[in-house]
C-alpha cells in the first residue's frame, strides 16, 4: 500500500511539474507567434509600398520630378486634385406642357449644373435666358413613356447637359485664359402630372 501512494505521490508531482512547464512553453508559443504576425505586417506593409505604391493603402505614390530632372523608371504621375464641386441650381424650375394620348400633361423639373469654377457657374447666369428657352425646348418634345422610365430620364439628363454645353461652348468667356466647364447637370426634382 506504501508503494501505491508513493506512486500517486510521484505521479501527481510529475503532472504538476509537467503543467507549468507546459504553460511556459505555450506562453512562449503564444508570444512568439505574437511577435511573428505583428513582423510579417510591417514587413508586408514596407514591401508592398515598395513594389506596388498605388495598391497599398497609406503609401504616398511617387511624384514626378519637375521638368528639367529625370523622372525615375516606372515613377507613376501623381494624380491631379480637383477643385471641390460648385452648383447652381434654376430658379424657378423648368415647367412644360405636353399632351399625351388626347391628356393634357405638365413636368415640372428643378435643375442644377456643377462646375468646378465660379467662372463657369457666372457663365451659366448670363446666357440663362438661351439655356432656359432650348432646355424647355427639349423637355417639351418628349412623350410620356421618356419622361416616366429611368433610362429616359437618364437620356434627357445627358441630353440637356450637352445642351448646355454646346451652349457655353458657342459663347466663350471674352477672358483669353478662361475656361468654362459645366461638368453635369442634375434633376434635383422631376414631377410629371
Known amino acids: 500500500m506504501a ?3 508513493a506512486q500517486v505521490a510521484e505521479a501527481t508531482k510529475d503532472i504538476k511539474a509537467g503543467g507549468s512547464s507546459s504553460l511556459g512553453k505555450t506562453i512562449g508559443l ?3 507567434l505574437f511577435v ?12 508592398g509600398c515598395i513594389v506596388m505604391p ?4 497609406g503609401c504616398t505614390a511617387h511624384v514626378e ?5 529625370a523622372a525615375k ?7 491631379e486634385s480637383k477643385a471641390p464641386p460648385v452648383y447652381f441650381a434654376f430658379d424657378p424650375p423648368l415647367v412644360v406642357s405636353f399632351q399625351d394620348a388626347g391628356t393634357m400633361r405638365f413636368l415640372q423639373a428643378t435643375v442644377e449644373v456643377m462646375a468646378r469654377d465660379e467662372a463657369s457657374i457666372k457663365a451659366v447666369e448670363l446666357h440663362m435666358p438661351v439655356i432656359r428657352n432650348n432646355l424647355l425646348n427639349t423637355l417639351s418634345g418628349k412623350g410620356l413613356e421618356d419622361l416616366i ?4 430620364k437618364e437620356s434627357l439628363r445627358k441630353e440637356c447637359l450637352a445642351e448646355v454645353q454646346r451652349i457655353l461652348k458657342a459663347n466663350p468667356p471674352k ?4 475656361k468654362v466647364n459645366i461638368e453635369d447637370l442634375y434633376f434635383t426634382s422631376f414631377v410629371v402630372q
Request: hydrophobic share 35%; aromatic share 0%; proline share 10%.
Open 36 to 47: 511573428l504576425v505583428i513582423a510579417a505586417q510591417l514587413v508586408t506593409s514596407i514591401v
Open 54 to 57: 498605388g495598391l497599398m493603402p
Open 175 to 178: 477672358e483669353k485664359d478662361s
Open 149 to 152: 422610365s429611368r433610362d429616359g
Open 65 to 69: 520630378e519637375p521638368e528639367g530632372k
Open 73 to 79: 523608371p516606372g515613377a507613376k504621375k501623381a494624380p
Open 30 to 32: 503564444g508570444v512568439g
Open 3 to 5: 508503494t501505491d501512494e
